[in-house]
């Protein structure tokens, strides 16, 4: 497999001062053989500044967080990370590589989740070339390399998991955020370990069920919270009765048989469980009239 080398190349300033004198001389010495009437010295002077002329071709400028990926004849030579002018053999092929880091969102997938519920699914991805020999030589186009395997890592993700939480699940895609980016990352690392790329972040940047099944879960989903909210109330409102009489035995305010032990935790259960604000009846008689 092809693997980045480090390439070092000549400063780009010195390099061209030295070029541009040597072509000065050059020319300062060509027009005194014209003028003497030296003709071979002439057409030796003519050959060098034509080489000379050509060398120049060796200057190449890298852009900061840039790499420029150099090849012989289609042969990789070696990569340049050093910023600035550089100068390197003008027979080498320069490419230029970023290594800025960059993001992308997804397209809005339509998958099937865990439980075979359709839901819509898009990510943003961030990411960074890390190997420029891998990136070139090893993917035909890098930059669809990475789109195309992130979105293929969404949808294997997607399935592995169920849109909410339920009895038999502990992570689910709505309620463990951290958790469902950080396995998107994994996946999609593995997918461009390949391609020179490190994947920085991962996230889910849009989640919700299928418009043809959106209404149906929002009603499911109510009527989720509307029995968990009643089941909590249930076991407040069971505790506070069973304080109250306990509280009422121990200071001995009043003596209750079993029958209107019945009657009080009902009455109470009544109070507390309703939705509206309880109606005081006064009882004027005796407390068994």
């Keep these: 497999m092809t693997k980045e080398i480090r390439k070092s190349t000549s400063p780009g300033i010195p390099m061209l001062l030295l070029l541009l004198g040597l072509i000065v001389t050059t020319v300062l010495l060509f027009i005194q ?22 060398l120049l071709f060796g200057l190449f400028m890298v852009q900061p967080n840039n790499a420029v990926v150099l090849q012989l004849f289609g042969r990789y030579v070696g990569t340049v990370r050093d910023e600035g002018l550089r100068w390197a053999n003008p027979f080498f092929s320069k490419r230029a590589v970023s290594l800025r880091v960059r993001n992308f969102e997804s397209n809005k997938l339509k998958v099937n989740e865990l439980d075979g519920s359709p839901i819509e699914i898009a990510s943003v991805v961030v990411w960074q070339v890390v190997d420029s020999a891998e990136a070139l030589f090893l993917v035909d186009d890098f930059e669809n390399f990475v789109h195309v395997q992130s979105e293929s890592a969404l949808r294997q993700m997607a399935t592995t998991y169920p849109y909410d939480l339920h009895d038999d699940v502990k992570i689910a895609l709505r309620s463990h955020s951290k958790e469902i980016s950080e396995h998107l990352q994994a996946e999609i690392q593995e997918r461009l370990a390949q391609a020179g790329v490190k994947v920085i972040e991962a996230r889910i940047s849009h989640l919700a069920y299928a418009p043809e099944i959106a209404s149906a879960m929002l009603r499911r989903q109510q009527a989720n919270a509307v029995i968990a909210a009643r089941t909590r109330i249930v076991e407040g409102a069971v505790s506070m009765v069973e304080l109250a009489l306990d509280q009422l035995s121990k200071r001995g305010v009043i003596q209750l048989d079993e029958e209107r032990k019945v009657a009080m935790v009902s009455n109470l ?17 005796s407390l068994y009239g």
């Design 33 to 54: 053989s014209v003028n003497s009437g030296a003709v071979m010295l002439a057409l030796l002077l003519v050959v060098a500044g034509l080489v000379e002329f050509f």
């Design 269 to 285: 259960l009544v109070v507390l469980c309703s939705d509206g604000n309880a109606q005081p009846v006064i009882n004027t008689g």
